[in-house]
């Protein structure tokens, strides 16, 4: 079945530090694989996608790349700003059931 | 400018009764989601739509009933059936991938919380 894992919260960095947050996923046939985000409060907006092996999805200084040969979607910044603190979701689209798996999320909380 | 809307944002309940939660989307997608989202955890999807006058169950549907009379509505009915109704609901809704070209993204309302009296 298809199923996406992501590395567990919180995580606390200063201010520019570089940002990793591992996402491997499991799926049959070929997804699509996305990165949201989510503010406190709010709902989830989309912050980059990939259709296809090799594929580098960007946004806002995020960057992630389509890994098949891993099965991974890792998201990193080089810098990341006070504002970036949210909680981070991968997930993965299956074109054939047209459903979403997501991750459990990961709390990302950046101090000045 | 196209979007989804949840209302209310906030709404409360009392031991028994129904509540129905409403989610409408502008956006012309054939596809609505709903999620629930309990603190510190991913979300798990109740039901969802993929064209109008049909639904199916996802993971936790227990407890909750959907209408999609119509292609921009699809709201949610949180019944006294539902034991632990407390969360944080999502909606969300995409083109079907199956009729798109490329990756279709879902997109999310700002959601609803949900608390018991």
């Known amino acids: 079945g298809n199923s996406v ?13 570089f940002l990793t947050i591992n996402c491997t996923y499991t799926a049959t046939g070929y997804p699509s694989l996305f990165w949201y985000v989510q503010y ?5 907006q989309l912050l980059l996608k990939a259709t296809k092996a090799d594929d580098k999805g960007s946004n806002k200084g995020f960057e992630a790349t389509y890994r098949k040969e891993t099965t991974s979607f890792h998201l990193e910044k080089g810098s990341v700003q006070v504002s ?3 909680v981070y979701f991968c997930a993965l689209s299956d074109r054939a059931g047209n459903q979403f798996y997501f991750g459990t999320g990961t709390s990302l909380t950046v101090i000045p | 400018d196209g979007g989804i809307t949840q209302s209310p944002k906030y709404l409360f309940r009392k031991e028994g009764q129904n509540v129905t ?6 956006l012309n997608h054939d596809a609505m989601y709903w999620y629930r989202q309990d603190p510190g955890q991913g979300l798990r999807l109740i ?6 006058n049909d639904f199916q169950k996802g993971d936790i549907a227990e407890g909750y009933s959907v209408s999609r009379e119509k292609k921009e509505s699809f709201p949610l009915t949180v019944t006294s059936a539902q034991k632990n109704p407390t969360a ?20 999310f309302g700002d959601g609803t919380r949900l608390s018991i009296l």
């Open chain 1, 5 to 17: 894992t992501q590395m567990e919260g919180p995580v606390t960095l200063s201010e520019e530090a």
């Open chain 1, 40 to 44: 406190p409060g709010e709902g989830l």
């Open chain 1, 84 to 86: 970036d603190s949210a």
């Open chain 2, 21 to 26: 939660l409403s989610c409408e989307q502008n």
């Open chain 2, 47 to 52: 039901y969802y739509s993929q064209i109008v």
């Open chain 2, 88 to 107: 944080f609901y999502l909606c969300a809704s995409s083109i079907d991938e199956r009729d798109a070209l490329g990756n279709q993204p879902q997109h």
